[in-house]
Structure formats: C-alpha cells, structure tokens
C-alpha cells in the first residue's frame, strides 16, 4: 500500500516538474515577445514527447518493473473476469492437479520432512554398530548401562525393545524402553506424566494419544486404571503428547518400563526378575552443536571397549547413526521410494499445463489482433510476453488455496478408504503417522502453482508475440501454423494419458491373477494361532478341548505368513540346493488339505519321536531327483554346528512322502518353491497351532479368542483367519492398482478435452477450406473422415509413445517386485485401443460439426 | 546563426555536475545555463535531461529539494552532495586529458 502511494506521489512530482520546465520555456519565449499559445506550443515542441521523457524517467527511477507488474495484474484480471467460463475451467484445472500432488506431498511430509514436536529433534539419533564379520548389530543391555556412564559430554543414550503385545483385545506394538528415554526425548504428557526414572521395574503403562482415542474412547479417567499386557496388569501412568507416537516409521501405541516388560510365562515374570539380556535397540540424543559425524567419532572411539572381550569377528568397527528427527530419515532412498508415486501425480499435473496451454494459445489466437495492435504500437516483445505469464500467474494463484483445500481433504478420504477397504483383520496392523499439513505443504502447493503458471503460459506468451507486423496490421494472423503447437500438446497428453492407462490396467491383471491364484492350501476356515512360548502347553489343553476346533496341527513357521527357514542339502543326484524347510506336526497336511500325492504322510510315531523322515514338495522332488522317484530316497542336510534348534539329525533323512506344490510365503512368490517338511511334535513350543474350526470362521474366531483368554490370559499373542494373509498379500497391489486408475482416467479426461479443444479448434480455421471442398462436391461423410484422421493418425502416435514409456517403465517395476510381468501384452493392446478410440470419439463431435457446415456461409466468412 | 551541436555522449552527466557546482538550479534553468556558458552551441535535449537528472540523484551524486522559483512557482531545485563533488573532480580530469590528447592528436598526427 506504500509503495503504491509512494508511486503516485513520484508521479504527481515528476509532473510537475515536467510542467514547471514547459512554463519557463514558455515564460521566456513570452519574454521574447512571442503571444502566449505561441509561446506554449514552441516549448511543447522543443521538449519532445513529454509522456516518453516521463517513462525514461521513471525507468531511471527503478520502479518501472513493480508498476507494470501491478498493471498486468489489473489488465490480467479484468481480462480473465471477461471470459468467466475460460478463466473457471483454466482455474479448476489447475487446482485439482496442483491439490493431487499437494495430498501426495502431505504424506512425504509427514514422513520424511516433518520433524517431531519435542526439544531439539534434530539431535536424535538411532544407534547401530556394525562388527567385523559385516553384521549390523544392536546392544546388550549392560552396554548401555556402560555407554552412559562414558558419556560425560553431553551425549545420552537410552535403550527400546520393540514388542507386540495384545492390550484387551486388540494387537499393540509398543516399546519397552530404558529408564531415561523419556527425560532424554523430552516427550511431553498429554496427560498424567511419562515413564520415569524411578518406575523401574514396575508395571506402568504410557499410552500414544491416538491408542487412548481409539482404543480407550478418549477416556480422560485413564490415569490410575489398570490395562493388560500380555495377560500381566499395567497401570496406565498417562498419554503421550498429541500426534507423538514413537520416533519410527511405524507408530507405537504404548511404552512401558523395560524392566517390567513381560515375558508372557504362565506364571508373570517380568524381564527384570528373569534377568533378561535379550538385545535392545539405542536411541541417542547428541550434545548440542554435535554433528552426526562428531557424534558417529564419538561413539566409534567408545565401543571397542565394550566388545573387547567378544570373539574377534563380532567386536565393533563402525558406528550408524540415522536421524530420528523425522519418521523416515530423509535419504536418498526414502526420495527413491516415493520418486514413482510423486512422478506419476507429477505426470497429472503436467497434463494439466498441457490443457492450460492449450487454453491460452486458443486465447492467444483470438487476441493476436489486440497483440499485433499493440506491438505495431511500439510495444515491446518481452513486455507483451511479461504481460501473458502475468495473466498464467492471475490463473494459477487461487490454484494455491483450492488446491490445499482439495488436498486435504484427498489425504482425509484416502485414509478413510484404506481403512475401509483393508481387510478387517489387517487393519488393527495398519498404522499412519499424523497427516495434518503445515506450512511446508502450503508452500509446496505455491511452488506447484507456480510452476504450473509458467509451464502453461510460457509457451503460449512465446507464441503469441512472434507475429510478423506487417501481417499483423493486414489483419491476416494465418501465418505460421498456429495449431502445431497445440497438436504437440496432444500428442504428448495422449502419451502420458496412454502410460498411465497401461500401468493401471497391468497392475488390474496382475491384482486378478493374484487373486485367483490357487494357494493349494485351505485357508477359509483355517485359525493360525501364535501363542506366547511359555504358555504353549496349557493353551494346546485348552484347544483340544475347545468344541470350536475340527482339527489341531503344529508348525515352527505359518504358510502364508512367515519366512521359512534354508537349510543347504544335497541327495545322491543333484548339487548342493538351498532349500525351504519347515517342521510340521502329522495333521499339517489334513488341516491345510495338502494332499500327498506318493508315498504317506508322518505318522503319530514319528511325529512324536521327529525321526528322521521327511516329506519333500513336488518342486523339491524335481530338483533333487530330476529323473527318478524320491520315495525312499536319502535327503542329507548339511548341518552348521551347534544351536538348540539343530537339523543335525536330518542328516540323512529318508523321504517317505511327496506334498502337493503350495504357496510358501506370501501370495505373490507363487507355489513354485521346492520346500522339505521334517516332522514336529505337536506339543513341542515352538511357534504356531493351526485349528481348523467347525464353522462360520470368522465368528468362531472371535468366541475361540475369547475362550483362550479367560482359560489362559494373555497367552495368545495373535489370531487369525488363514484367508487374511492372502487378501493382505493382494491388497498392496490392489492399492496401487486403484492408484493407477485414477490416475489414467483422469489423464484420460484431460487428453480428451485436450483432443477435442484442438479439432474444434481445427475445424473453426479450415472453415473456408472445407467450404470450398464441400462446394466442389465433398461429402460430410469425407470432410469428416479428413477431420478425424488426422486426429487418429495423432493419437495413434501418442499412444505408441505411451507404450514405449510403458514399457520402460515395466521394466523397472519387473526389476524391482517379484512376479510383476515385463511385458504383459493384453495390458499394452487395451490401453493402446482404448486411449486411441477415446481420442477418436473426442476427435468426431467437433468434426461432425464441420459436416453441417453451409458451404456458402463458410466462403462469405471473413 | 551559429552551428548547434549535439552532445557527446556521456558529457551531459559532466555538464549538469559543473552547473550545480556553484548554486542549486532547477531542471529547466541548467539547460539554459549550459546553452547560455556554450554561446548556444551545446544544446541539451529535453528528453535526456530529466532522466540523467534522476539518475544522477540514484547514484547519489545530487540530491533535489522542492523550492520556489524566481518566478514565484514551486520547483524541484538540484544542487551537488559531497559524492558529487568528488565524481565531478575526478570526471573534470578524465575530461581535460581526454580533450587535451585528442587537441594533440588533431594538431600532430
């Protein structure tokens, strides 16, 4: 506002000056004797063009840029208030592709920018160290206990367990942590306190905000009451500060004391009492001013000390510091990870431009007699084009504020959708850092504007102030093809539109095949149960009495979920073979319905005694006996020395039985994997019981969990249906699928009103053309098909543009998930086919009007 | 009628700095002073002459007021600031090598 008055004043003097010389000059001819209009007009034409001495003054006066900035914007937004419709839809355009990419910024933000709301995020740290044999390792308890009383400087450590553990009824991951982890984050309470120093050993349970909402109803009398972990009664101490929900990728739902964290024994022992040196995780807080660098020297020169006394291999050569500042450490590789969704949103935007673009050059066509005029005026080029991206930037700024509206408002009902459509039992195993936006995500919309307004109004500007003068004032704007430009605009929009359309509809077959991929296992009634170690045997009890289960089988690893074990073995004809294992009870085969197709299965003898029997899987029999029968055969494994858990006694081992081939691992890696199965006492601890259930699984499964409970609390650490997995398994790709989708069929939207803004606009400039065609005896029928072929002939070369890219963009996503197909044809021919008769019906309306045209009226036109 | 020239270029700025060196003028009162000195024979263009006036007051080398003219009117009255002084010391000497090199030039070469 000032520096407006400010203007006006400088102008109002400059004025007058100019005025008060004019007077003198006139005073003196007066003087000389000249009458007075004589006297004005001679000093008038002495001095020149006052208006020209007036802008060079101003020029010289450096304000010249701010005024024409401010006058282009007026003449911007009186010129877009003129053509409503254009301005809306430019604006509109911009807005939904600018909030797309703002929504998809929001959850980079949120994961990789944003840093924790306590003291001084950007000095946490995560502590690794890596020991000589190249293992990344983490501590054993004593080590921290001694790294803290070294670190006299400034530096601190604190140690965190990670655990999961059933609170009520649902599954919760917390962690337990040290004794000063809170007083050295700085974590604030949101209510009651945060764990303390002095709470040891003692059952005391600090909830994440979201966890009290969710999970407690946002019970503000929880301080004081009593939840259950793992069977064991904590009392809850407080709720963690809003939005806090851990330092990790993955949020927590509650901390507990690590001295208290139960060990899920029949009896409740805590890991205090059981002396417990399982390994913990360090988060460290460096000094203030510390580098990551110092702090990684620091730490280095402190822990050879520590594993000194450890085997040579396993002592400490480099320390690994990441950032805890935000839920992802903002690396290179967490940029890679989000690189192909923020490229394909990106894709959208430019498509966007595109249109805009396209928008502007059919304004620029209509205005090139307002900017011929002004260019035969004396007006310059740089000035003009200045003037046409000032007016892009009219358009784009109220992109900033729809677009962060729109944006939030995609995060909401994308979280709302995912929730909606995951499969129920893998939801409560789903969690998402806060989403909210924040300045950083309000200037990334400005930025997104911006350059939308200079990608789409730069090209047109360029474009629209390069005519020739003397054409200009002929009133002849023909020159050139204006309409090339806008054609390559398509071309591209086809592409990119194409691209998209063909990623969708590859992932859409690859989500259907996964989903009717046969797993060979029977997973619809099927319970997998993980109970806790100790309380294995009483829970078996309880569940061979259950009248819920059908049948009962053991497993040390779950289809469907679990990796496998290797083991290296070899048989009489075949090479050393890396091979899947897994120790299964008798029933294994029954209950998943595995049938053997030779030989037999376990029986309760050798189950019992787990001799040395095994039952190779098809693939396996291929590839250890290529040529001959298995059964009979000897398997040896070669053994590594030593361990509880040895397979030493399977060194060799006869096969008695073959398993039909089934899915091991997640859906995706299919059934093709050779696996050997060794047999496991049902009641040996290990892992996993699978219950097959009478019926109506999913509610059976809900009374089963509530039995186990109240004859064995807290020793069920999950349960669930066998089917989830699967379903889990297809979701990320059904996820992406719907991704892609929309995507494509928005960029689709965009192509088409794209292809049809340029033939309509086609149609309006060959009117006399096809007017004298049309009098010289064309059909409608052939100035329509001379239209749409052209078009087609564009399209079509887009489109196989969109499929080269498609398929460079396949094999990288082949590359990088397995099973994906590198070339899935179907998917190319449908999205080629389908983008170019979409191309062609957009091509034909706008045609059709050209056949209707009266031949006489389009040659009198102009 | 005696001949009328143009102004080099770059010695307007000269010109306006030597007028304002003895007392405050207004615009139209340099350009009739250094027509009047120069026996009409520099002419300063109008057009020129208040843009190198506002330049000049940029780079600081003169600064302007608001005063009343001899004629009873309000006017915009230049005079030197100190900078000024010292740029037209070191552009007077530039000038008088210059014109004395190229007199030698003229006479000898």
Not at chain 1, 759 to 767: D, L
Request: glycine share 8%; aromatic share 6%; hydrophobic share 45%.
């Amino acid at each position: 506002m000032r520096a407006l008055l400010r203007r006006n004043l400088a102008e109002a003097e400059l004025r007058e000056e100019l005025d008060f010389h004019l007077e003198m000059q006139a005073h003196k001819h007066r003087v000389a004797g000249v009458s007075d209009t004589e006297a004005r007009a001679r000093a008038r034409l002495e001095f020149g063009n006052v208006e020209l001495v007036k802008e060079d003054a101003r020029d010289v006066r450096g304000a010249r840029p701010i005024e024409d900035f401010v006058a282009d914007v007026r003449y911007g937004v009186r010129g877009l208030a003129r053509a409503p419709l254009f301005s809306l839809s430019a604006i509109l355009t911009i807005s939904l592709a600018v909030g797309l990419n703002t929504s998809v910024f929001t959850i980079f933000n949120a994961y990789v920018l944003r840093p924790f709301d306590i003291r001084d995020p950007y000095s946490l740290y995560s502590l690794q160290w890596m020991d000589r044999s190249g293992h990344v390792r983490d501590f054993a308890p004593a080590d921290i206990d001694l790294l803290r009383k070294r670190s006299s400087d400034g530096n601190d450590v604190a140690a965190y367990r990670t655990f999961t553990a059933r609170i009520g009824a649902s599954q919760a991951v917390g962690d337990a942590v040290g004794d000063n982890y809170f007083q050295m984050t700085g974590v604030r309470p949101a209510l009651g306190r945060t764990l303390a120093s002095y709470d040891r050993d003692t059952p005391v349970l600090l909830l994440s905000y979201a966890a009290w909402r969710t999970r407690f109803n946002a019970d503000s009398s929880i301080v004081g009451k009593t939840a259950s972990v793992r069977g064991a009664p904590f009392k809850v101490v407080g709720v963690a500060q809003e939005g806090f929900a851990g330092f990790f990728k993955k949020p927590r739902d509650f901390w507990i004391p690590i001295g208290a964290q139960p060990l899920g024994d029949s009896e409740p022992r805590t890991a205090a009492a059981a002396n417990d040196d399982r390994p913990v995780s360090a988060l460290a807080r460096l000094a203030s001013g510390t580098s990551a660098s110092q702090g990684r020297a620091f730490f280095e020169s402190r822990l050879p000390v520590l594993t000194a006394s450890l085997p040579d291999s396993a002592r400490s050569v480099r320390v690994f510091l990441t950032s805890r500042a935000t839920a992802i450490s903002p690396s290179m590789g967490a940029f890679l990870a989000f690189a192909p969704l923020m490229l394909a949103f990106g894709l959208i935007l430019a498509l966007a431009c595109a249109n805009v673009a396209n928008l502007l050059l059919a304004r620029g066509v209509a205005r090139q007699r307002e900017i011929g005029t002004r260019l035969a005026l004396g007006a310059e080029r740089t000035r003009l084009i200045r003037q046409l991206v000032t007016e892009a930037f009219v358009l784009a700024l109220p992109s900033v504020a729809i677009g962060f509206v729109l944006a939030q408002a995609a995060v909401v009902v994308g979280v709302r959708t995912l929730y909606a459509t995951l499969p129920p039992d893998l939801a409560t195993f789903v969690r998402l850092v806060p989403l909210e936006p924040d300045l950083r995500v309000l200037g990334f919309a400005l930025l997104a504007s911006i350059a939308a307004a200079l990608l789409s109004g730069l090209m047109p500007a360029l474009r629209a102030t390069r005519l020739s003068l003397a054409d200009a004032i002929r009133g002849s704007f023909g020159g050139g093809s204006p309409s090339r430009p806008r054609t390559m605009l398509v071309v591209g929009q086809v592409a990119a539109s194409s691209l998209l359309l063909t990623i969708a509809i590859t992932l859409l077959r690859e989500t259907a095949r996964l989903g009717r991929i046969d797993t060979g296992l029977r997973t619809r009634d099927v319970l997998s149960i993980e109970p806790q170690p100790a309380s294995h045997s009483t829970l078996l009890a309880t569940l061979r009495t259950s009248a819920h289960v059908d049948t009962l089988a053991g497993a040390a690893a779950l289809p469907l979920d679990m990796r496998f074990p290797t083991a290296v073995v070899r048989s009489d004809d075949s090479e050393r073979v890396t091979i899947l294992y897994n120790r299964v009870s008798a029933a294994y085969f029954n209950v998943l319905g595995i049938p053997v197709v030779a030989g037999r299965g376990f029986t309760r003898r050798e189950e019992a005694s787990a001799s040395p029997a095994v039952i190779v899987s098809e693939a396996a029999a291929r590839r250890l006996w290529p040529r001959a029968s298995p059964l009979g055969r000897v398997v040896r494994f070669e053994t590594k020395d030593g361990g509880a858990d040895s397979i030493a006694r399977y060194q060799n081992a006869t096969v008695i039985g073959v398993a039909r081939d089934v899915v091991v691992g997640s859906v995706d890696q299919g059934t093709q994997r050779p696996v050997v199965y060794l047999p496991k006492p049902l009641d040996a601890g290990a892992c996993c019981l699978l219950a097959r259930v009478r019926d109506r699984p999913i509610v059976t499964k809900k009374a089963l969990d509530e039995e186990l409970e109240k004859a064995v609390p807290g020793a069920v650490e999950r349960i669930d249906l066998l089917d989830t997995f699967v379903t889990g398994a297809v979701y990320p790709y059904r996820v992406a699928y719907w991704v892609a989708l929309m995507l494509g069929v928005l960029a689709l939207g965009l192509t088409l009103i794209g292809v049809y803004g340029v033939v309509g606009y086609m149609v309006s400039q060959r009117v006399r053309e096809l007017g004298v065609r049309m009098a010289l005896g064309a059909r409608p029928a052939d100035v329509v098909r001379l239209m749409v072929s052209h078009s087609l002939t564009h399209a079509a070369g887009g489109a196989a543009a969109g499929s080269v890219l498609a398929l460079g963009v396949a094999r990288l996503v082949a590359a990088n998930v397995q099973g994906m197909p590198v070339f899935d044809a179907p998917a190319f021919v449908s999205a080629f086919v389908a983008v170019v008769s979409a191309c062609f019906l957009a091509a034909l309306i706008p045609s059709r009007r050209a056949a209707t045209l009266d031949p006489m009226a389009a040659l009198r036109q102009d | 009628m005696t001949t009328r020239l143009d102004l080099l270029q770059g010695t307007l700025d000269l010109l306006i700095l030597r007028t304002l060196a003895g007392d405050r003028r207004h615009g139209w009162s340099i350009s009739e002073r250094i027509q009047e000195i120069s026996n009409d024979v520099l002419r300063v263009n109008q057009g020129s002459l208040y843009p190198a006036l506002h330049r000049l007051e940029r780079q600081g080398w003169i600064r302007s007021e608001w005063g009343v003219s001899e004629l009873g009117r309000r006017a915009r009255f230049y005079s030197l600031t100190s900078a000024g002084r010292k740029q037209l010391r070191e552009e007077s000497e530039q000038w008088a090598q210059f014109s004395a090199a190229v007199g030698r030039v003229m006479r000898l070469a």
